[in-house]
């Protein structure tokens, strides 16, 4: 006769061992492109496909992930938004550079995560569920020059680190307004020149950060961003079905931690796209209920 206590102890082991074989093994590879729809371009335009990538965590090895992203430049996006952590390992830049360089002649905006420009250290997970990571005192630093050299000198993607861009896609007028990594509290709107913001005609201003901090997502609103883009959370990496998300790592509701939402400040409601990223730290490989993913926004015009 099987005791209940070692046949239920038994039954949550193999279930562990089961979602860790498909965290670690499978799902973390299971790559997937997100498509959803905004409407907030003027009646009677063309509308603009935004292909948003985040959080690579890209390691010289991982050929994989590499292939995927190149890849994506077949979906032929009429922009592309980077949110950052673009490195996975000091190392990663030359399986960056293949990763992106296939984009080489589409528009592009990008501003750095806290792993372009620290590298990644060991961290216990259950640390999250007390409050947003710290950076530790003995992390190196990357090569964030070299990074921004190829986006904006090979890709001629736009640096948005506390700065501000316009661009032309499609018979728009964009203006982006951006902000360097929030998570380590590098955001910074002074020294963004509010009057060029403004300086010429747009037909809508896009907000980008990495880190979806609410102090971040308020400032985009109070400068007139009709939308969001940011990543950082990983969706939570480790989501529970039927629950979702466990942890942001960011003060964003853990709802809005993966995908399309709207935010909502002074009034006024927006689109918010908060990519789940491609990536993961090298030292926590696993996504479990929470695919990698690229999101590709099609900006379509109101009713």
């Not at 809508?204 to 979806?212: D, I, K, M, R």
């Not at 709207?262 to 030292?283: D, E, F, M, T």
Request: aromatic letters at 8%; hydrophobic letters at 40%; one cysteine or more.
């Amino acid at each position: 006769m099987t005791r209940p206590l070692p046949a239920a102890l038994a039954a949550v082991g193999i279930a562990g061992a089961a979602a860790a074989t498909w965290g670690i093994g499978i799902e973390r590879y299971l790559f997937t492109v997100r498509h959803r729809t905004a409407r907030i371009l003027p009646p009677g335009t063309d509308p603009i496909r935004i292909l948003h990538i985040s959080d690579m965590h890209l390691a010289p090895w991982q050929r994989r992930k590499r292939e995927w992203v190149a890849h994506l430049a077949s979906l032929r996006p009429d922009l592309v938004i980077d949110t950052g952590d673009n490195f996975g390992h000091p190392d990663a830049l030359p399986a960056i550079r293949g990763a992106l360089g296939a984009f080489t002649g589409t528009p592009g905006v990008h501003v750095h995560g806290s792993n372009d420009i620290w590298a990644p250290k060991p961290r216990n997970p259950f640390r999250y569920f007390l409050g947003p990571s710290k950076k530790k005192p003995d992390v190196s630093r990357l090569d964030s020059d070299e990074l921004d050299d190829f986006l904006e000198g090979d890709l001629g993607w736009a640096t948005l680190n506390n700065d501000s861009s316009a661009v032309d896609v499609r018979g728009h007028r964009i203006r982006f307004i951006g902000t360097n990594d929030p998570h380590h509290k590098y955001d910074d709107w002074d020294a963004i020149d509010d009057s060029l913001i403004g300086a010429s005609p747009a037909d809508l201003t896009l907000g980008v950060t990495h880190a979806p901090y609410q102090r971040v997502l308020d400032g985009f609103m109070d400068r007139g961003a009709d939308a969001i883009f940011a990543g950082h959370t990983h969706g939570g990496q480790v989501r529970v079905p039927g629950f979702g998300a466990l942890v942001a790592n960011c003060d964003l509701p853990l709802r809005q931690t993966r995908g399309l939402s709207s935010w909502n400040h002074g009034g006024r409601s927006i689109p918010l796209n908060v990519s789940a990223g491609l990536g993961h730290s090298i030292y926590a490989p696993v996504r479990f209920a929470c695919r990698p993913e690229a999101s590709l926004i099609t900006l379509a015009p109101r009713p």
